[in-house]
């Protein structure tokens, strides 16, 4: 089948989408904001029984259907309702995340040239490299912006089988090679018993609502889930795959890679003496500081590192915008090329206006209700989006379609016991927690 993943293709496709940034940079600094071990703990949970639920049901609805987002609503509806199509508004989320995804790899690709040069030795240094990078530095933050833009579009533009499968086929590898790298070099330092004490022994203190929140939104985005990214990649998987295997063996790699990036990086920070808790900052300002204290070592290490966070997220990036493509290719048969210059232009615009809004020469006119518009975009995709889409799927699948057709084609591969659970925490359980988190959050209660 031309269009089609092969097998391994589409699970390497799949992890490629799902290993990104959430877990090299998010997961570590998340972490080390709630403390640790309990949140891990928790995560972990959150991940088994919520994260690879709805993992599952983008994924049967997308094989099922094998079409776009939209139209895999309504073919696998009961009603053929055509209004199911006003659910594949959830394709939006993926390009609007795409937006300040591809600046945030700008930075980070500006951190591999940065790498080659003296790296700041005190975090007073660093901190303002990376401050002047994104409060002053216009012109370089749009050109790397560009390049990464550029390299996504240059991808989607050969197609799943030529572009998508085949980078994957390339940059995945070698990521798992630089983490593992890093993760034997961290094995020799005194301070990976304490990196994984820190991971492992929890401190139930730090668990409050907000750190549930917490871990469920990161189950969610680690997993590519609620923006149509995995029930579009589905969609290529052919008919008579195993997509519960499939599922499973991706869920357990991106996870394996968030607790070795988290390994990895608090072993960094304790030898150091430094902070676990930095936020967002983690991994711009702390590690290169640690990383100049280690010589020549110290740059190859930060080199690979940054590397390693570029193909990462390189691979999640092209899913981000395949949803939206196959929508305008399948819905209003355009051709990949007008898609592609259609959607690219659309996140590579709302990019600009993410990094500008950050700057202090235009931060004022592009704050609104004291939010500027990078972070508008990140909270109203993670935040509102992402979940109300889970839910969504959620919901449909439990009310809307036919239960023996999923039993049909679950107990193709998995015992009608096991499908029964799914079908029990997809219909009751998965969407109470997301809606009484939401709640809580919005403290409604
Ligand atoms: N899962 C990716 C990560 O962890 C992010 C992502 C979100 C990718 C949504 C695709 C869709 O970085
Ligand atoms: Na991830």
């Known amino acids: 089948m031309k269009n089609h993943f092969s097998r391994v293709g589409f699970i390497l496709a799949?992890?490629?989408?799902?290993?990104?940034?959430?877990?090299?940079?998010?997961?570590?600094?998340?972490?080390g904001e709630y403390g640790g071990g309990a949140f891990v703990l928790v995560y972990l949970l959150?991940?088994?029984?919520?994260?690879?639920?709805?993992?599952?049901?983008?994924?049967?609805?997308?094989?099922?259907?094998?079409?776009?987002?939209?139209?895999s609503f309504i073919k696998t509806s009961k009603s053929k309702n055509k209004n199911w199509k006003f659910a594949g508004f959830i394709i939006f989320s993926g390009l609007i995340i795409l937006s300040f995804y591809s600046v945030v790899l700008g930075w980070i690709l500006n951190y591999v040239f940065t790498s080659f040069g003296t790296l700041p030795t005190d975090s007073k240094t660093a901190g303002s490299a990376f401050e002047t990078l994104i409060s002053k530095d216009i012109a370089s933050q749009i050109i790397y912006h560009t390049v990464i833009a550029g390299s996504v579009i240059f991808i989607v533009l050969k197609g799943i089988k030529r572009g998508i499968e085949k980078i994957n086929l390339i940059l995945m590898p070698l990521l798992g090679l630089i983490l593992l790298g890093l993760l034997f070099y961290s094995f020799t330092l005194d301070s990976f018993s304490t990196a994984l004490n820190f991971m492992f022994y929890p401190d139930w203190s730090k668990i409050d609502s907000n750190a549930l929140l917490a871990a469920l939104g990161q189950a969610f985005f680690t997993l590519s889930l609620g923006v149509g990214a995995i029930m579009t990649y589905s969609a290529s998987l052919p008919k008579n795959a195993n997509f519960?295997?499939?599922?499973?063996?991706?869920?357990?790699?991106?996870?394996?890679?968030?607790?070795?990036?988290?390994?990895?990086?608090?072993?960094?920070?304790?030898?150091?003496?430094?902070q676990s808790s930095a936020g967002p900052g983690l991994v711009f300002i702390s590690l290169p500081v640690i990383f100049?204290?280690?010589?020549?070592?110290?740059?190859?290490?930060?080199?690979?590192f940054f590397v390693a966070l570029v193909f990462a997220g390189i691979t999640s990036a092209v899913s981000m915008i395949e949803p939206s493509l196959k929508f305008f290719i399948e819905r209003f048969n355009f051709t990949r090329k007008k898609a592609t210059i259609l959607c690219g232009g659309i996140f590579y615009i709302l990019g600009i206006i993410a990094l500008l809004s950050m700057t202090i020469a235009f931060k004022d006119s592009l704050t609104f209700f004291?939010?500027?518009?990078?972070?508008?975009?990140?909270?109203?995709?993670?935040s509102v989006m992402m979940p109300l889409a889970a839910i969504l799927t959620c919901v449909f699948l439990g009310y809307f379609v036919e239960k023996e057709l999923l039993k049909r084609i679950f107990t193709a591969h998995v015992s009608v016991t096991a499908f029964n659970i799914w079908y029990f925490l997809i219909k009751f359980i998965v969407p109470i927690a997301i809606v009484t988190l939401f709640l809580n959050k919005l403290g409604i209660i």
Not at 264 to 269: K, Y
């Open 370 to 382: 004291g939010k500027n518009a990078f972070d508008w975009m990140d909270f109203m995709t993670s």
């Open 46 to 71: 959150a991940i088994l029984f919520i994260g690879l639920t709805v993992f599952l049901a983008e994924a049967v609805i997308g094989q099922n259907a094998q079409s776009d987002v939209a139209t």
């Open 292 to 304: 100049s204290g280690w010589g020549v070592l110290g740059q190859v290490i930060s080199i690979s």
């Open 244 to 274: 519960v295997k499939s599922s499973i063996i991706v869920a357990i790699v991106d996870t394996a890679i968030a607790i070795t990036a988290g390994l990895i990086i608090f072993s960094f920070l304790f030898e150091a003496g430094a």
């Open 14 to 31: 799949a992890a490629g989408s799902a290993v990104g940034l959430g877990n090299i940079w998010k997961f570590p600094y998340v972490t």
